[in-house]
């Protein structure tokens, strides 16, 4: 068995995983890894990483719903996301935490909480384009 730097692996499905990759990439600062499209041209398999982590992305299937869409249509999803809080969500340390929360704000992601402190440590939160939920977090000093 080989050695793995990343024992757990997030797999995460869009409903436009090119378009996807491309915003986390430009907004929360990933960077792309793996791009392969379907004869359709749609995501089959894409990797975005930061540092030695991965994320996987795809994109499912004409009929999945990204929990933005989903909660328009479905009163319980859409009472469940009104707390700021992450729901099946990413938790990513980033090394300078006020630049990250600055850039992601300022590229149009929907921030959800302020940078707050205490507690486990300095963390902001925020949702992507098709409503999956972030949170960034300082590395412990």
């Not at 757990?8 to 793996?34: D, H, Q």
């Not at 004869?39 to 999945?64: Q, V």
């Not at 992601?109 to 384009?129: C, F, K, M, N």
Request: contains cysteine.
């Amino acid at each position: 068995m080989s050695e793995f730097k990343q024992q757990i692996i997030p797999m995460l499905s869009y409903e436009n995983g090119i378009n996807a990759m491309e915003w986390l990439c430009r907004v929360f600062g990933f960077s792309e890894k793996t791009k392969m499209l379907n004869e359709d041209g749609s995501l089959a398999h894409g990797e975005i990483a930061m540092g030695d982590s991965i994320i996987m992305l795809s994109t499912p299937g004409p009929d999945y719903q990204s929990p933005l869409n989903h909660r328009k249509h479905c009163l319980a999803a859409e009472k469940s996301y009104q707390v700021p809080y992450i729901i099946n969500g990413m938790l990513v340390f980033v090394n300078n935490l006020r630049a990250h929360f600055e850039k992601s704000k300022a590229s149009g992601a929907t921030i959800l909480s302020e940078i707050e402190t205490g507690g486990p440590g300095d963390r902001y939160r925020a949702e992507d384009l098709e409503g999956q939920r972030w949170m960034f977090m300082a590395p412990d000093q």
